[in-house]
């Protein structure tokens, strides 16, 4: 079944997306799944000490951050329109590295301003000839908010 280029993934369900996602994230953070999250992190043996089931508190955070990966990697196959893989290849996972990593590891707003602030950068340095040619304006738009990148890659449990 083909779909029309509206209802493909384009900057409106990419913001809608980041903005659920930062909802979710905050709404896990504040909770007590959150705290227990946070404590995980910080120090386990003492997490533990203080009833924490770490590896429930693992595997919780693991699945949330899968889900919010594979919701990612859904608009991301609907803005290629085919996956294969060579769409992710080194420097993809080194370039999602390089935006956590700039960020800061434990910060979520540090992670999204990095992702935009890299992309923004790849794209000036990149040179006329690996210029992405833009359908519409919502491509255009789509190419410089890449924040489904720092949401996916990033870890479910921030200090902000």
Known sequence: MVFPESLLANIWWVAAVAWLTLFV???????????????????????????????????????IGAFFAGLAGGLYGHYLTVLSPASFDFNKSFEIMIMVVLGGMGSLSGSVVAAIFFDILKRVFAGPESTVRCRSKDDYLFAHFNWHDAFATSRTFWSD
């Open 25 to 63: 994230v905050v709404r896990v953070i504040k909770s007590t799944h959150g705290r227990a999250l946070l404590a995980v992190r910080e120090d386990e043996v003492a997490a533990e000490a203080m009833g924490v089931n770490s590896t429930k508190a693992k595997v919780r955070a693991f699945m």
